[in-house]
């Protein structure tokens, strides 16, 4: 059995156990996988040592706007783009001073924790909105 079989066999047993559902299978092809972030929007890391004008820069390329940085994780941010979001990905990952770029993936939890402080912590229960 190749090895990559192997731990995504041990994943799935493990994830099962700990109520984790798999990531779905892609059906229906490329639109099903589209459906699973937000069309408009990526995520992007900039370098450490990136400057300014590099960072305008590549928000310039994809016609983006920063909605939302990200304190906790230097140099990440939430953008809107103007392009197909392959397409601004493609892009922002040639410029210089990108770390990475990736879809804003949608996610959702799957369980609701058995923590009996659960309901009094403060945004956990309000999917994103405020």
């Known amino acids: 059995m190749p090895r990559f079989s192997v731990i995504a066999t041990a994943w799935a047993i493990g994830a099962a156990s700990m109520g984790i559902a798999a990531p779905p299978e892609p059906v229906g092809g490329e639109r099903a996988v589209m459906d699973r972030f937000e069309p408009g929007a990526v995520m992007i890391r900039f370098e450490e040592g990136a400057s300014q004008g590099q960072r305008q820069s590549a928000i310039a390329a994809v ?28 892009l922002l990952e040639r410029m210089p001073g990108v770390l990475y770029a990736e879809p804003n993936f949608y996610v959702q939890p799957v369980i609701v924790p058995n923590d009996p402080a659960f309901s009094g912590c403060e945004g956990c229960t309000t999917r994103g909105r405020r």
């Open 63 to 90: 016609g983006g706007k920063i909605r939302r940085e990200f304190p906790a994780v230097p140099g990440l941010a939430s953008l809107e783009i103007a392009v197909p979001v392959v397409e601004g990905i493609d």
